[in-house]
């Protein structure tokens, strides 16, 4: 029910199972996840937090809770999370690549890089490594580098939509007409998944503004608003309540 866009309902009845079944670890890692679609983050947090009580090495709940915690600015705990998860599970790539996400929006470039180092170590053209080192990069100043570095990819996939969209904040990056048009594409494909082509429209907006072709930066833009508004699907009462439970993190213990 939660996949399909129901986590209302899915919270109304993981609530009614955890009430007969109060001990059921996975009842509360999954009552956590509806929450977290239903953006009852804090929630969402208590019910992950007592999955893991009762079952210590579930590292989905493990992961969830890091990523919930990434999304508040908590950084410190959250990588103690993932760190776990990525002890518990060697070699998986989408633990790692959440650590990496982890590194670099705590402000640890050199940590998130070598992370996407191992990643690339067992998939070579795996996309979004190479975004999360071409951002690590960028933050660095290192534009020239971050071209060098996305033209390993770029040679054998030269589509590549993460990493097309990220080169977007490097101005000195010439794309190709070619580029521009699977990217264009891509934005207008429904089949795609919703918050890529959300991230394409915003990368499109600003190649066209370094390009000072403003009016079509602008509809760019509101494309991929418009595009992530729909997926998110919140109302103005939530986003103000998304805002406050954000907010908390500074003021008091979340």
């Not at 990588?79 to 590194?103: I, K, M, R, T």
């Not at 290192?142 to 570095?149: D, I, L, T, V």
């Not at 390993?152 to 590549?160: G, M, N």
Request: some cysteine.
């Amino acid at each position: 029910l939660t996949e399909q866009g129901q986590a209302d309902e899915a919270i109304r009845i993981y609530e009614a199972l955890i009430r007969e079944m109060p001990e059921a670890p996975r009842l509360h890692f999954s009552l956590g996840f509806a929450l977290a679609r239903a953006r009852r983050t804090k929630e969402a947090k208590a019910h992950y937090e007592t999955a893991l009580r009762l079952a210590p090495d579930d590292n989905d709940a493990r992961n969830n809770l890091g990523n919930l915690l990434v999304s508040f600015g908590r950084f410190e705990p959250a990588l103690e999370h993932l760190e776990a998860v990525c002890s518990n599970l060697p070699g998986d790539v989408h633990a790692l690549h959440h650590l990496a996400f982890a590194n670099e929006n705590a402000g640890h470039g050199a940590r998130a890089h070598g992370i996407c180092e191992d990643i690339l170590a067992i998939e070579p053209d795996n996309g979004d490594a190479y975004t999360i080192i071409i951002s690590t990069l960028h933050n660095d100043g290192r534009f020239a580098e971050g071209r060098r570095f996305a033209g390993r990819l770029l040679e054998k996939v030269p589509f590549s939509l993460p990493v097309l969209s990220v080169l977007s904040h490097d101005k000195g990056f010439e794309y190709s007409d070619g580029q521009i048009e699977r990217m264009k594409a891509a934005a207008g494909d429904s089949k795609i998944e919703e918050d890529i082509r959300a991230r394409t429209c915003f990368a499109l907006g600003r190649i066209h503004n370094h390009r000072n072709d403003y009016a079509s930066a602008f509809a760019f833009f509101r494309q991929g608003n418009a595009i992530r508004d729909r997926a998110i699907g919140w109302t103005a009462e939530e986003e103000q309540s998304l805002f406050e439970d954000h907010f908390k993190v500074f003021t008091e213990d979340f």
